[in-house]
């Protein structure tokens, strides 16, 4: 696609529930990337993509956070026995070779655990 | 402990001034800073970047500025418009080679008003 499409935009779940949120990256784009905003703070980084090799999950902040990329294209962040202090935007972002043009954004997912 | 960080959660503006955003950075192995825009309900667009090896870089109504002894780098918008108001986020990158993952500040969220 033309741009990095995440599903679904908004969830709202129940505290306990397992949760699964939907990345597409750009067509051809090797790296992938999620990162979280929490309210009132930066981006902070899950895990990263790249190619074949084995993810960089050295930002996932507890082992109920996995993520898996699918073929080399489709990634899934899934939060298993949320909890309240998950609630954040989850951003995907991918990326060519070359940092000179960062990455590109999608619009993120807003989870909210009541 | 914060290795990028913005110190003004916010800064207001008037039309056709100049607007400066700044970042401090404590890893002095950074090699790449890149500036991000956010508005609300987007995912963050890339601005513009600098080599560790240069000190300024324009483009347009952006240029950026950075001091490696000072751990410093600065964006500047001139002149500014509405349109600019948004959270502007700095982020920096390793050495190496590799992509690896970007290090973000918490952001600066800049008003311009008309």
């Known amino acids: 696609g033309a741009g990095v499409s995440q599903s679904p935009s908004n969830k709202v779940t129940e505290k306990g529930k397992d949760v699964e949120l939907r990345c597409d990256p750009i067509?051809?784009?090797?790296?992938l990337y999620w990162y979280r905003q929490s309210l009132g703070q930066g981006l902070e980084f899950l895990i990263y993509?790249?190619?074949?090799?084995?993810?960089?999950k050295s930002g996932l902040p507890s082992d109920r956070f996995s993520a898996e990329r699918t073929g080399g294209s489709v990634s899934t962040l899934t939060i298993q026995r949320t909890q309240q202090e998950d609630s954040a935007v989850y951003l995907c972002?991918?990326?060519?070779?070359?940092?000179?043009?960062?990455?590109?954004f999608g619009s993120g997912t807003r989870l909210t655990v009541v | 402990d914060q290795q990028v960080k913005q110190n003004s959660p916010s800064l207001s503006v008037q039309e056709g001034r100049i607007s400066i955003l700044n970042c401090d950075y404590t890893n002095s192995m950074f090699d790449y800073f890149l500036w991000y825009k956010k508005y609300p309900a987007e995912g963050p667009t890339f601005l513009i970047s600098i080599s560790s090896i240069k000190d300024k870089n324009e483009d347009g109504r952006f240029t950026v500025f950075l001091n490696k002894s000072a751990k410093h780098l600065s964006l500047h918008i001139v002149p500014s418009q509405p349109g600019d108001s948004a959270v502007y986020f700095c982020a920096a990158s390793g050495g190496g080679g590799s992509q690896g993952n970007l290090i973000f500040g918490k952001g600066t969220k800049l008003s311009v008003k008309p």
């Open positions: 067509s051809g784009h090797t790296a």
């Open positions: 993509f790249q190619g074949n090799s084995a993810p960089d």
């Open positions: 972002a991918s990326s060519n070779s070359g940092r000179i043009y960062g990455y590109t």
